[in-house]
């Protein structure tokens, strides 16, 4: 049984797992969730679907870049990018929440240069990634979460 095969069957538990985390995260407004030992800090990301319009969220660990924060689109290695990943190059202008802080973003992809720069500081919070690119042929995005003003919705 190779490593996608364990995941996929792994996906039921894991799922309720995040879906706990998202609701103790937000029923707390960010006190509880933020941060979870052995990884980076955890923000919650609304995102609508590419394809369905429906509103969903996500929780992801980021890696702060100035005032922006970036997060990583690695699936754990998956071939394929997370859906989440798709939904905001659809519809890039959303929110997160990171601790007790929600903010209005706009999502974008990395450039060949941030990537560079950023990649390195992504595996150093979690040296997870390293293992995921090296499981896929695909290179992992970063997505950088640009801060904006709230009545920005371009």
């Known amino acids: 049984m ?6 996929d069957r792994a996906w039921p538990v894991l ?5 706990a985390h998202r609701a103790l995260y937000r029923a707390t407004g960010g006190r509880i ?3 979870v030992p052995g990884f980076p800090p955890m923000l919650i990301l609304d995102h609508v679907g590419a394809k369905s319009g429906e509103k969903r969220t996500a929780v992801l660990s980021y890696i702060p870049d100035g005032n922006d924060v970036a997060i990583i689109a690695s699936k754990g290695g998956h071939p394929k990018n997370p859906a989440w ?35 390195p500081v992504a595996v150093k919070a979690y040296p997870g990634y ?18 904006r003003a709230e009545a920005d919705h371009r």
């Open 2 to 7: 190779g490593i996608l095969d364990l995941a």
């Open 15 to 19: 799922s309720r797992v995040m879906q």
């Open 33 to 35: 969730g933020h941060r």
């Open 85 to 119: 990943f798709h939904n905001l190059k659809a519809n890039p202008v959303t929110h997160v929440q990171l601790g007790t802080e929600r903010r209005p973003v706009r999502a974008r992809v990395a450039n060949e240069q941030e990537h560079a720069r950023l990649w």
């Open 130 to 147: 390293r293992t995921y690119q090296e499981r896929t042929e695909r290179q992992i995005p970063i997505v950088i979460l640009e801060r």
